[in-house]
């Protein structure tokens, strides 16, 4: 008894990795510089030309080879297993004080004005010596 392979229908995983993506046939259109309908169409293709799949993969952030050979079961159990063995070395802490920022551009701003303020009074000056001769 023979078991049926599935076949390697490249617009399927095309399709799957640019929703994986979040990525709409609309962008990856935009990105490639045709219609949405010819995404479409590459969508259904079983097969593509390497030049075409080389610049898909390109926009959709992968390497042709990862098209070629994606598999809708190893990519869900790659992040079912997903775990993060490098705990402990990402700081999600604000590594620096959101105050101490704030005061920063206020006092730029404050030395911003202050040589604006001197710009206009200087203006005044030189314009109350012009009227006065």
């Not at 609309?26 to 030309?49: D, K, M, N, P, W």
């Not at 004005?113 to 710009?119: D, M, P």
């Amino acid at each position: 008894m023979e078991t049926a392979t599935k076949p390697n229908h490249i617009g399927r995983k095309i399709s799957r990795i640019r929703e994986l993506r979040g990525m709409k046939q609309e962008v990856l259109a935009t990105e490639l510089g045709i219609s949405q309908q010819s995404v479409s169409y590459l969508e259904q293709s079983e097969t593509i030309e390497d030049e075409k799949l080389e610049q898909i993969a390109k926009v959709l952030g992968v390497t042709k080879e990862a098209i070629k050979n994606f598999s809708e079961e190893l990519a869900i159990n790659y992040f079912n297993n997903f775990n993060d063995s490098s705990e402990g070395t990402f700081n999600y802490n604000c590594t620096f004080n959101p105050l101490d920022k704030l005061m920063d551009a206020y006092e730029e701003n404050k030395k911003l004005y202050e040589r604006l303020l001197q710009a206009e009074k200087d203006k005044v000056a030189y314009l109350e010596k012009a009227i006065k001769k």
